[in-house]
């Protein structure tokens, strides 16, 4: 008895888009390509499958395609196809078929654009074995069971840009764990047995995607750009360090002065209020078409005399202090008229500026709704098979860090907006990139100095980053980017200390607390300045045995331009520096918590387990990255918040392994987060390290 199955797939569309350059049309082919997976694993086990046929209709637009295939067995374009499989399809199981086509861009369209696109329709697998048909009454196998999106771990092709179905298919490994820190380091790491089909599908650069810890966006304004910037039709316009002036002086030598009685000749000169005027001869035709000659009238009469002066001058351009280039921002302090405005470049010169060279971009707030993240895309760049144990070993990075292989051209700028310099990034890319890159901060700023590296520098950088000089909440959803506030959620969960430190680990570090600050400046003499009273106590200095003291230099000068209480002022007084200094100082303990110990707790949720004390930390369960917990130890009279800054999760149990909390205000082991992944400059290695970036407490 012979038995016919059919499998379809839904309708989906390949396209390519790419623009001439310098007006040539290139031949080169665009190549396209998708795999969709049939799962046949319908079949009866003892089936003996007698053929196999692919039929798959298609259809081109903008010209077509030159050669499409499926599998590498050329197709018909626009037409219906039917491809014998038989001897690829042995048996139950996942069988994936990469579809693709090759477009030569024939096409060239008003807007200088290529299209390329090609719709696969009416895809139908159709196997006919010998045997019964499957049973209606058989139970479902279970990799047939839908799933929903987010719960499971699949396999993709590197070149995916839509995930909404599973790929290759659902991977099935031993383990699957998920880290992350809190502005750091984001990755996958799983085990997959060598067994049936998927595992030798999974390729350096493969994209695996998988559950995370739910978290949301939740709705709010991104904070709009706004910033002067050079002309891109202008490079290196000089920044002067005066308005040029010009001095003109007449030479006026031998030319006789305007006499009102004298009848001159075309091409005369004479002299007249300063200057020196030719006379035109202006001439009126006679109906036989000869020409008369006017009388004369005073010189700057219209139509009788032409201004030539014969002048000597003097220019004083003063010095060029510095020259701005193609799109570099600076901020204008003033208007001088309407030729000169004052400016301040990225590096902090002041000068003058032609208005014509200057342009000022602006862009609204926009509103961005919620999102809720619960899967994230990995991509693979490590694979390790152990032929002993038949298990393969990946380890994926998170798909942001694809960012790091998209650079930047000139990005310099100096006390920006976090939006300012979030737009200077992203227009900065010598490629084009649709990423989004969002934040919410307003009234913070901060410096770039980023040209010719990659974006994830300008992002991620420990130091430099924005990110890091923010201290901002980093939330990742595959390939954009959130910089928000660093508000913290707290559920009120307090953890205290307990006799279970297998499963809890608790650090106190008091190296770099601070309890009396002796901040300084200078006057007007460019002499240390200090307080009459010299320092500045925390409220909690006689809460500790002995007193921790730093210095705080204040960048404010008795006599210099400086901002106080919101205020800019041209001349800073001595009463008003101080003033900066102590609220400087003060910040410390206020905003910086420095005058508390740093605090950690590593928290081993799997040696936990169900024992008696996992009871006090069950709370922990649901918290999420940078949210709030307050710890209590009362043998050292300790009670303070901490923040959650890093964990694992098992993306198979969907439960946390791990979390670390901290107030840490800066760690120095900071990981290697993809931001210096350039030019193979850093090994691959050094991503796993661990390690938290710096958050604000």
């Known amino acids: 008895m012979s038995t016919t199955m059919t499998y379809g797939l839904n309708w989906f569309r390949l396209n390519s888009k790419w623009t001439n350059r310098n007006g040539h049309v290139y031949t080169t082919p665009s190549t396209e390509q998708a795999t969709k997976v049939f799962d046949v694993s319908g079949l009866p086990d003892d089936a003996v499958i007698a053929s196999v046929t692919l039929n798959v209709t298609t259809s081109s637009g903008y010209g077509g395609p030159d050669i499409l295939d499926v599998r590498g067995v050329a197709l018909r374009g626009n037409s219906v196809n039917s491809v014998d499989f038989t001897d690829y399809v042995t048996g139950n199981g996942s069988w994936p078929f990469l579809f693709r086509f090759k477009d030569y861009g024939v096409d060239n369209l008003a807007d200088g654009s290529h299209y390329g696109e090609m719709v696969f329709t009416d895809i139908t697998l159709v196997i006919v074995y010998d045997g019964p048909p499957p049973s209606e009454e058989e139970d479902e196998p279970e990799d047939l069971v839908p799933r929903p999106e987010s719960t499971g771990i699949c396999l993709y092709p590197a070149s995916t840009t839509d995930f909404s179905d599973n790929g290759y298919g659902i991977l ?7 880290s992350e820190e809190a502005g ?17 599908l999974i390729e350096s650069e493969s994209i695996i995607k998988a559950p995370v810890p739910v978290i949301s966006t939740r709705a709010f304004n991104m904070a709009g750009a706004a910033y002067w910037k050079l002309k891109a039709n202008y490079a290196n316009a000089p920044v002067m360090s005066k308005i040029p002036t010009i001095k003109r002086t007449a030479s006026t030598s031998g030319i006789p002065a305007w006499s009102r009685t004298t009848r001159y000749l075309r091409g005369a000169k004479v002299t007249h209020q300063g200057k020196v005027w030719q006379y035109t001869g202006v001439v009126y035709p006679r109906p036989d078409g000869t020409v008369i000659g006017a009388m004369t009238e005073a010189p700057g009469s219209a139509g009788y005399w032409v201004d030539v002066t014969d002048y000597t001058t003097s220019r004083d351009t003063g010095k060029t202090l510095a020259t701005l280039q193609r799109n570099e921002i600076f901020t204008k302090i003033d208007d001088i008229n309407q030729e000169w405005m004052r ?16 342009e000022y971009y602006a862009e609204a707030d926009t509103y961005v709704p919620e999102r809720e993240i619960r899967s994230q895309c990995f991509r693979v760049y490590r694979i390790e098979k152990d032929s002993a144990t038949r298990l393969m070993t990946v380890t994926a990075r998170h798909i942001s860090y694809d960012y790091s292989r998209v650079y930047l051209g000139h990005c310099e700028a100096s006390g920006v907006s976090v939006a300012t310099a979030i737009s200077l990034i992203t227009g900065a890319t010598l490629q084009e990139d649709n990423r989004q890159v969002i934040t919410n901060i307003t009234g913070e700023t901060v410096d770039l100095d980023c040209s010719w590296e990659n974006a994830i520098t300008a992002l991620l950088n420990p130091d430099t980053g924005i990110v890091s000089q923010l201290q901002a909440r980093l939330v990742r ?3 954009d980017f959130f910089i928000l506030n660093d508000t913290h959620e707290d559920h009120g969960y307090v953890i205290r ?6 499963s809890v680990k608790w650090t106190i570090d008091t190296s ?18 200090l307080l009459p009273e010299q320092w500045v106590d925390s409220p909690l200095i006689d809460e500790y045995p002995v007193i921790y003291t730093e210095t705080l230099s204040c960048s404010c000068q008795v006599g210099k331009k400086g901002s106080y209480n919101g205020v800019e002022y041209d001349a800073l007084t001595e009463e008003q520096c101080m003033n900066i200094m102590r609220d400087e100082a003060q910040k410390r303990f206020d905003d910086d918590h420095a005058d508390e110990p740093e605090i950690t707790v590593d928290v081993d949720m799997l040696m936990l387990g169900d024992t008696e004390e996992y009871a006090a930390f069950r709370a922990l369960e649901i918290v999420y990255l940078y949210d709030t917990v307050r710890i209590v130890h009362p043998l050292l009279g300790i009670e303070a918040k901490v923040y959650v800054t890093g964990y694992k999760f098992d993306a198979m149990l969907r439960r946390y392994t791990k979390l670390t909390l901290t107030n840490a205000r800066r760690r120095d082991d900071v990981s290697v987060t993809g931001s210096e992944l350039r030019n193979n400059s850093i090994k691959i290695e050094k991503l796993s390290a661990s390690a938290i970036d710096r958050l604000r407490s």
């Open 343 to 358: 400016v301040k470049t990225s590096d902090g010169t002041e000068g003058y500026l032609e208005t014509k060279y200057a």
């Open 497 to 502: 200390y307990g006799k279970n430190l297998k």
């Open 184 to 200: 750091g380091q984001y990755e996958l790491k799983l085990s997959l047995p060598m067994v049936g089909e998927m595992w030798e």
């Open 172 to 178: 099935r490994p031993s383990s699957c764990e998920v």
């Open 512 to 529: 770099d607390m601070v309890t009396r600050v002796i901040p300084h400046c200078k006057d007007a003499d460019g002499n240390d300045l």
């Open 477 to 479: 959803d595959n390939e």
